[in-house]
């Protein structure tokens, strides 16, 4: 389209809006709604992410110390698994800590009752409690620390024979790799979903503008008769179908964001153990997509759609 031509292009959209309004509503409403899913799924998406990675970030390694363990060894131990790639911190607790830590979590079943009847015995070993900043390589990061030789000579089993040094390195065996196994799921399959919406939408949409260019079919034809070219006769249709899109789009943004206003305020009140929060940069970037995507489906729609028409 010229540039000498968006001005007619845009002067004649705005006489088929006033026209025609009932079709121009139902191609908006039908966009919308198409623009309104495909942000919605993303939205969903990254709130999945945003509750599964909050659980993965709670992962960690608890690797059992000796109560005969040589501080110095200890130290040093910690000190080269910090230097490790895919570990973000390193932490010492104590005996002391680990015990006033099962009192504390386990508040409710009576731990108060069951730590005094130790009878001021404290049988938890020291730890050292590994944060990563992967945790799709917690097996592997634990069967490093395992297979460590300054760990077989400190770790809570060192002692005994029949122990294995694997005993003393714990992050939820079997529980964690289901886990893991489990996100990644939910990952690939939002991520196929929100293609498969766009590319329903795209078809969606483009068969909306293409009914509405059909009704105009005899319009196209006398302007083809009086000799006006393809790219005039292109321009409003093209025109007309952007602007419904991007109108489309801007109404599908304004109400996920007063949805996401409402909904996010309660999941966080009813659900304060999860994290439900989307980034700001992920939020603008969705609503950036639709704009996009809607321009791009209403100019490639409308193109794609004229082409039976403007054929010599």
Known sequence: MAPSNIGY?????????????????????????????????????????????????????????????????????????????????????????????????????????????????????????IRLTDAQQVQATAEKVASDPTFAQIRDGADDPTTSATEDVLYGQGTVERLLEFTNYIRFGAVILVALLTFVAFVFINNTIRLAITARRREIAIMRLVGASNGFIRGPFVMEGTLEALIAALLAIAALAGGMSVVMPALASNLSFLSFEIPTATLYATFGILLVIGVVIGLFGSAIAMRRYLKV
């Open 9 to 129: 292009s845009l002067r004649e959209a705005g006489h088929h809006f006033r026209r025609n309004w009932t079709t121009v509503l139902g191609a908006i409403v039908t966009i919308f709604l198409s623009l309104f899913i495909i942000g919605l799924f993303i939205l969903g998406s990254a709130m999945i992410n945003s509750v599964l990675g909050g659980v993965e970030d709670s992962l960690t390694i608890q690797a059992f110390l000796s109560d005969n363990a040589d501080q110095a060894s200890v130290d040093a131990f910690k000190a080269e698994v910090e230097s490790w790639d895919n570990v973000e911190s390193v932490t010492y607790k104590s005996k002391d800590e680990a015990l006033e830590e099962y009192r504390t979590s386990m508040s409710n079943r009576n731990a108060s009752d069951a730590v005094a009847a130790l009878d001021g015995e404290n049988p938890l070993p020291a730890s050292l409690v």
